[in-house]
């Protein structure tokens, strides 16, 4: 066997060896949210699409009409010939719906974040992020080559130690060995940038953003907020948790995804003209990547559409109720929760190969709640990741609360 070879296959053992390897599986979709898989039909308790709106009728129908009338493909990247009509209604919904000036959109959030953090800051600069951050977070500021710091998980006492250190650091420009100047070709150096999610992916709890807004307003830094898990849902707006706190207007970067709540795929960042127009000349993952597909684009603009109309408010409703009822069923099976402040309620187990047991009796009982293990969550700190979503029905959640207690019995396991 060649050494490559060897190396990928040596890969595989050591992460089968820690219960870490990871398999796709391919789901058939039947229709609310249910699976048809080759061990039968599952339930999933899974998804992001908090509002159903993926297989959305209104949603479908954009995105099929789009692609008859623009391609599959949008053939180039948008600054080259690959910005369509349908590429502009959708910022100027997404703008209007976050009562911004302009909003910009890119193919995944993943490419938002790796494309905007890099635009604003570079070697010479810091980027201070909450320790639970999403991969892409992390990943961006990696790429950006500015000085890296990592604040204890909602804690602003130590972000505002970090950002007191910072003060009196970003006088010299956080040097590195090697590395001078500011963002890009902007050579001052000593911006500092302050990073965290709205709701956490993972964990399903939200950042203190008023007191982070204070801090970075008080420290001179910038703060970019992804609202991945908020957008949407979060308050009366369904604008995300800035809104509802009241903090519209105090966030530099406020960012989201189109792929969870509004059910298509993309992601954006909402502000002045001048920051879009400054976005589109200088994130490499908007000049460099081509456009999303127009059906995608209008997907995303009627699942908005969807979103701040009645149905929306209804559909939050229903998520609403359906989020008591679980949290309700998953207390009785023992699992000590928080109130709930989003649709994600994790169930920590803490062992990964316990995580994967409890998953696998679940799934034997037609559920699908994935185990989310390292490198996803810190190690020993693997978990059942439970989200509801709009469409569940209460016979859905109570079956599944039975299952739950049913699965850890059968495994001999213990709410962690
Ligand atoms: C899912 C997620 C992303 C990535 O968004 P995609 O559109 O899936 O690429 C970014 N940030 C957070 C917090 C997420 O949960």
């Not at 490559?4 to 990871?22: C, K, S, Y």
């Not at 039909?41 to 899974?46: E, T, Y």
Request: hydrophobic fraction near 45%; aromatic fraction near 6%.
């Amino acid at each position: 066997m060649s050494d490559f070879e060897t190396f990928v296959n040596q890969g595989l053992v050591r992460l089968e060896e820690a219960h870490l390897r990871r398999r796709l599986r391919t789901f058939q979709p039947l229709p609310g949210p249910r699976f048809d898989t080759p061990e039968g039909v599952v339930v999933q308790l899974s998804s992001n699409d908090y509002l159903g709106l993926a297989r959305h009728p209104r949603v479908c129908a954009a995105a099929a009409e789009a692609a008859a009338t623009w391609g599959a493909g949008a053939g180039a990247a948008r600054l080259v010939c690959g910005t369509s009509p349908v590429h502009e209604a959708l910022e100027q919904a997404l703008a209007r719906f976050k009562q911004a000036e302009r909003a910009l959109t890119f193919s995944s959030g993943y490419a938002t974040a790796l494309g905007v953090i890099p635009a604003v800051v570079g070697p010479g600069d810091c980027v201070v992020l909450d320790r639970l951050s999403h991969a892409c977070l992390v990943d961006a500021a990696r790429l950006s080559g500015a000085r890296l710091r990592v604040f204890r998980h909602n804690d602003p006492e130590d972000l505002d130690r970090i950002l007191r250190w910072a003060e009196g650091e970003r006088a010299r420009g956080f040097r590195k060995a090697g590395t001078f100047g500011g963002a890009a070709d902007q050579t001052a150096g000593g911006r500092v940038l302050v990073v965290t999610e709205s709701v956490f992916s993972m964990d399903g709890d939200r950042a203190p953003l008023r007191e982070i807004v204070e801090l970075k307003d008080r420290h001179g830094a910038w703060l970019m907020v992804d609202e991945a898990h908020a957008t949407g849902m979060a308050g009366a707006g369904r604008r995300g948790v800035i809104e509802e706190l009241g903090l519209e207007g105090r966030v530099e970067l406020p960012m989201g995804t189109l792929g969870k709540a509004l059910g298509a795929a993309g992601g954006f960042v909402t502000g002045s003209a001048a920051l879009v127009d400054f976005l589109l000349n200088r994130a490499r993952t908007f000049v460099f990547s081509t456009a999303p597909p127009a059906a995608m684009a209008a997907a995303a603009a009627a699942a908005v559409g969807v979103v701040e109309g009645d149905e929306g408010v209804e559909r939050v409703a229903r998520l609403k109720a359906n989020l008591a009822v679980l949290h309700r069923g998953l207390t009785e099976a023992g699992w000590a929760l928080p109130a709930p402040v989003s649709p994600i309620l994790p169930l920590a187990v803490g062992d990964e190969n316990a995580a994967v047991r409890l998953a696998a009796a679940l799934n034997d009982e037609g559920f699908l709640v994935p185990a989310i293990r390292y490198p996803t969550v810190p190690r020993g700190r693997a978990r059942l990741r439970v989200t509801v979503s709009a469409i569940h029905s209460t016979d859905d959640l109570v079956a599944f609360q039975a299952a739950l207690k049913k699965a850890l019995f059968q495994t001999g396991l213990r709410p962690a």
